[in-house]
């Protein structure tokens, strides 16, 4: 079963704009993840936010966690085209190891 | 340093036949994991290794087995493939802190095809 569910599940967007993706997910959480998986590759860690912080920033990434509604945004802003990839929220418990990956949302941004 | 490497990249399996999937970090990391990636799907956890010596099921262990070598190997055995199998095996390593996350690391993934 899947703890994180990304929403849209793809999206098409012109460089420059802004790019937003949403994660919900069900059970209580001590972190959250997004991760970024070009294609055919392996997933790669963007930023953690941890149950307790509600914002965080890091270069063009913003991220946004409220445990109330269970719900995480990322923003990327002034996209760019090597941003096209696929990004996952991943959610974890104390003590690590059975972190749960959504299916992700897939972006396209073109030049 | 390499990160987290796997072997083979590439593999074609005819139902029935076995294989095993290495994975190496040289991250020092005690944790390490192996996930499938289906197409449009995120990914399953199969089998974790919290710390050397120890292992775990996932979500979906079942047709898998593992061994956790050494502190930097950890491999996937596939007993007897099925096409149900075929998949994009991840492995991927980490830290625990002492907050209780961990950011993981992958490899470049092994693209497995039962016929």
């Known amino acids: 079963s899947q703890q994180g569910e990304e929403d849209p599940q793809a999206l098409s967007i012109q460089e420059g704009e802004n790019a937003t993706m949403n994660c919900s997910y069900k059970?209580?959480?001590?972190?959250l993840q997004w991760y970024r998986q070009n294609s055919g590759r392996g997933l790669v860690h963007l930023i953690l936010i941890r149950s307790n912080e509600r914002e965080k920033h890091s270069g063009r990434l913003r991220v946004t966690l409220d445990t109330s509604k269970k719900s995480s945004s990322l923003l990327i802003t002034a996209s760019r085209a090597a941003d096209t990839a696929s990004y996952f929220c991943?959610?974890?418990?104390?003590?690590?190891?059975?972190?749960?990956f959504g299916a992700g949302t897939r972006l396209f941004v073109k030049a | 340093n390499a990160g987290v490497t796997q072997t083979p990249k590439f593999q074609v399996l005819k139902t029935g036949q076995s294989m095993t999937l290495q994975c190496a970090q040289d991250?020092?990391?005690?944790?390490m994991y192996w996930y499938r990636q289906d197409p449009g799907m995120g990914l399953r956890l199969i089998y974790y290794?919290?710390?050397?010596?120890?292992?775990d099921k996932g979500e979906v262990p079942n047709g898998y087995n593992v061994s956790r070598l050494n502190k930097r190997e950890f491999s996937l055995r596939l007993e007897s493939a099925a096409p149900s199998q075929t998949s994009v095996y991840f492995c991927?390593?980490?830290?625990?802190?002492?907050?209780?996350?961990?950011?993981?690391?992958f490899g470049p993934g092994t693209r497995l095809t039962v016929l």
């Open positions: 991250m020092n990391h005690n944790s």
């Open positions: 991927a390593s980490s830290e625990v802190s002492s907050g209780g996350w961990d950011t993981q690391y």
């Open positions: 290794s919290a710390s050397e010596g120890t292992t």
């Open positions: 991943a959610t974890g418990n104390t003590g690590g190891f059975k972190t749960i």
């Open positions: 059970t209580s959480i001590n972190n």
